[in-house]
């Protein structure tokens, strides 16, 4: 972990989103890391976040999409491992995506859930998390992670949501997956 960015030479040429001029991180106020029944550590609410509210920016370094690519396999391969989270970058235009697999990116420890209480933001190149409704202190912070339908067998769902398929795809990828269960329901019978 790079503290203080400033003073990492190869970082001259790296761009790093959200970090001051010391390249040291905000303070997040509203948040708070502990451990989560969902996976590993999560992110709770410290305080009442009323809804609507940006309350956590998602830290991380610019980077083009090869470079992306190749991190996410590394990321992927080394969580599957270690049993850990998994891939930490953020698409963010046709050319840049935001990695955050930093330790002092909190927000990455930010839990998916099929009934999230807030969601990512793209602001002007930044991403920021809204809170969806009003949340109460000592809750889990969670957001819809989005995933493709086509790995689904990689990313298990724990959530515990009365609207989880039991794993993490997007909203509009549920009810096909359901379908895809089924079959293979019937077939394993």
């Known amino acids: 972990m790079a503290n203080n960015l400033k003073d990492d030479k190869k970082s001259k040429k790296r761009k790093f989103i959200g970090l001051d001029k010391n390249g040291n991180p905000p303070e997040f106020p509203y948040v708070e890391v502990r451990y989560s029944s969902i996976h590993n550590h999560g992110l709770f609410a410290a305080k009442k976040i009323p809804k609507d509210t940006y309350f956590i920016q998602y830290l991380g370094e ?10 996410a396999i590394n990321q992927f391969e080394s969580a599957q491992k270690q049993d850990e989270g998994s891939v930490y970058i953020f698409d963010l235009n046709e050319k840049h995506d935001l990695d955050g697999n930093f330790e002092w990116n909190i927000a990455r420890l930010a839990n998916h859930s ?6 990512a933001h793209d602001v002007k190149g930044e991403i920021w998390f809204i ?24 990313h298990p769902c724990h959530c515990g949501a009365d609207n989880c398929v039991g794993y993490i795809v997007r909203e509009e990828d549920r009810k096909k997956l359901r379908k895809i269960l089924r079959k293979q329901e019937k077939v394993s019978r």
């Open 62 to 71: 610019l980077i083009r999409k090869k470079e992306s690519t190749h991190r």
């Open 131 to 154: 809170a969806l409704r009003n949340i109460k202190k000592g809750e889990e912070l969670t957001f819809n992670y989005g995933y493709d339908l086509e790995h689904w067998e990689e």
């Open 114 to 119: 099929c009934n999230p209480n807030c969601e």
